[in-house]
T-cell receptor, first 112, second 114 residues
Framework: DAGVIQSPRHEVTEMGQEVTLRCKPI?????LFWYRQTMMRGLELLIY????????DSGMPEDRFSAKMPNASFSTLKIQPSEPRDSAVYFC??????????FGQGTRLTVV | AQTVTQSQPEMSVQEAETVTLSCTYD???????LFWYKQPPSRQMILVIR??????QNATENRFSVNFQKAAKSFSLKISDSQLGDAAMYFC???????????FGTGTRLAVRP
């Protein structure tokens, strides 16, 4: 298994553009998490899914952020419109809820 | 590529006792940072402790301390006087410090027995 796969690895975009981050979890993992890493705030949980259903999205900073999990093998985090303060590393992680969690390598987003 | 290994999927400790969680990593760098994060049921990631690789002194934060063995690439977390609130998943993470991302281990679930 290739582990949790995130794409793209790096994204540079202009302010106001739509950005879509993608995550492919490990097969069989029924939990999926999206985290954001910044120097100022450290690691923040944005949203998590269980069996493709969003359970807690209270960490989503604004309406500009949305996340979907249309099936067990794919999730997206979308920012529309993007702003410079959205620049961060975004992690996707998956697991079975009570055991280990597997993190992707992250997507570094830069909004200029 | 850097890797972080946590070989203990689950650990258990009696309240008020001490427990040590293991973490090893692989890197060719000499300057980097290591972290332990706590993930309670809320799923938030809480920074517990950090260690700069250039510092020989082991980091300590209240009941939490690390045993950093740079040559062995080992970074264990010791929790003293364990409390019920310490029950959580604990993740070890590596950060190169040159703008790269965190690399996480797979976590250790800690149970605290009353």
């Amino acid at each position: 298994d290739a582990g949790v796969i995130q794409s793209p690895r790096h994204e540079v975009t202009e302010m106001g553009q739509e950005v879509t981050l993608r995550c492919k979890p490990i097969s069989g993992h029924d939990y999926l998490f999206w985290y954001r890493q910044t120097m100022m705030r450290g690691l923040e949980l944005l949203i998590y899914f269980n069996n493709n259903v969003p359970i807690d999205d209270s960490g989503m900073p604004e309406d500009r952020f949305s996340a979907k999990m249309p099936n067990a093998s794919f999730s997206t985090l979308k920012i529309q419109p993007s702003e410079p303060r959205d620049s961060a590393v975004y992690f996707c992680a998956g697991g079975t809820g009570i055991s280990e969690a597997f993190f992707g390598q992250g997507t570094r987003l830069t909004v200029v | 590529a850097q890797t972080v290994t946590q070989s203990q999927p689950e650990m258990s400790v009696q309240e008020a006792e001490t427990v040590t969680l293991s973490c090893t990593y692989d890197t060719s760098e000499s300057d980097y940072y290591l972290f332990w994060y706590k993930q309670p049921p809320s799923r938030q990631m809480i920074l517990v402790i950090r260690q700069e690789a250039y510092k020989q002194q082991n980091a300590t934060e209240n009941r939490f301390s690390v045993n950093f063995q740079k040559a062995a690439k080992s970074f264990s977390l010791k929790i003293s006087d364990s409390q019920l609130g310490d029950a959580a998943m604990y993740f070890c993470a590596y950060y190169e410090g040159s703008g790269d991302k965190l690399t996480f281990g797979t976590g250790t679930r800690l149970a605290v027995r009353p």
